[in-house]
């Protein structure tokens, strides 16, 4: 099987999601943003390397820290981690509710397109940034939430050597980052990167896991693994308009949900039909609130699956888009039409 047999309108995907690579969101006091343009930009850019050295971003400039995996393995981030390696790295706090679980969802549905590779030459790593709260046992637990494989390990260490890699990989803004009223407050973003190259660049949890699997297995490799697929581009698809309620399953929801079976979080096929209509407009509008309220069925959604639903801060024309999206896949998949089982680039 070819994982890497990416569909045709990958490109209208990608378009939409820089589109919202910018976004700031906001959620239970805790504001995460997107990558900005000026902070720590050193690694973000390809660098020219003489004969004969090494990268710039080698040894000399990352710190070599001693982390600690969800099983209690001791590794030297420079040594084990990430030397002349390529790898995804994502900054996370197991006690946040709302978007550190939508990036680790976004980056397994990356992982499953990457099948095998991973952890052969193609390297995930989530560090903890709240390493009092995160020790192995609750990382190991938390990674299990998500059904993450042994190939792609979960750390915690000191925090003042984690906050160091953070500025290290220009994912540490000290405006965010230094909130007193949220110590773990952070920017939502990763970074993906190839050390042997000196190639860095951050993402963002909103991109189409296709094109993020594209950039680690072909782009960040220099291109050296031959393509299988033999298909002409001149039979390539036409590329479809999504529809607003498409872009918005795509980039916030097909990383939890799908159509036709259970992912992170539960199914959505029939589900406009399977639920009060008053339920669930305020579910996708304020999940937050009626967890704390502990309504019964979000309850029993969050008992089941693990996950709390994040608030993607939603309006009222985005949930009516969203409904009016999930009823046409659910009536695609009712007539035998194939749709999209993750809402992904027509997957």
């Known amino acids: 099987m070819n994982p890497l047999n990416f569909p045709g309108n990958l490109l209208t995907t990608l378009a939409a999601t820089l589109l919202l690579v910018n976004v700031t969101l906001a959620h239970d006091g805790v504001t995460h943003q997107a990558p900005s343009s000026d902070a720590q930009p ?8 003489k004969p004969g ?6 040894r000399d400039y990352f710190p070599n820290p001693t ?17 002349g390696k390529v790898v995804a790295i994502n900054f996370i706090y197991t006690s946040c509710e709302e978007l550190c679980p939508l990036e680790t969802a976004k980056l397994k549905r990356v992982a499953e397109i990457l099948g095998d590779r991973v952890g052969k030459d193609i390297f995930f790593y989530s560090i903890s940034i709240d390493p009092d709260i995160d020790t192995p046992t609750v990382l190991k637990a938390y990674k299990k939430k998500f059904n993450v494989g042994p190939e792609w390990p979960f750390l915690t260490g000191n925090r003042a050597d984690i906050i160091e890699l953070r500025k290290k990989l220009g994912l540490y803004i000290d405006d965010i980052q230094n909130n007193p009223d949220n110590p773990n407050d952070h920017n939502l973003s990763m970074i993906i990167g190839n050390q ?5 660049m951050k993402r963002s949890p909103f991109e189409d896991p296709y094109v993020m699997a594209t950039q ?9 693994t031959a393509s299988v697929n033999t298909k002409d581009y001149a039979d390539a698809p036409k590329l479809k308009k999504m529809v607003p309620g498409e872009t918005i399953f795509r980039t916030r ?55 709390r639903m ?3 801060g939603l309006t009222t024309q985005d949930v009516e888009d969203l409904i009016n999206y999930m009823e046409a896949e659910t009536e695609k ?4 039409t194939v749709a999209s089982s993750a809402g992904e680039s027509g997957e």
């Open 53 to 58: 050295t090494s990268t710039v971003w080698g």
């Open 310 to 312: 994040p608030n993607m």
């Open 253 to 307: 929801c097909s990383s939890c949900h799908g159509f036709g079976k259970d992912g992170v979080g539960p199914d959505l096929q029939g589900v406009t039909k399977q639920r009060d209509p008053a339920w669930l407009v305020r579910w996708l509008m304020e999940p937050d609130k009626m967890l704390a309220e502990k309504d019964p069925l979000a309850m029993s959604l969050f008992n089941r699956y693990k996950v």
């Open 67 to 83: 982390l600690i995996t969800q099983d209690g393995e001791k590794v030297r981030f420079f040594d084990d981690l990430i030397e």
């Open 333 to 336: 998949l009712s007539n035998g």
């Open 216 to 224: 680690m297995s072909d782009w960040l490799h220099n291109w050296k």
């Open 42 to 49: 050193v690694v973000t850019a390809s660098v020219a390397v």
């Open 196 to 200: 042997a190259t000196g190639r860095w």
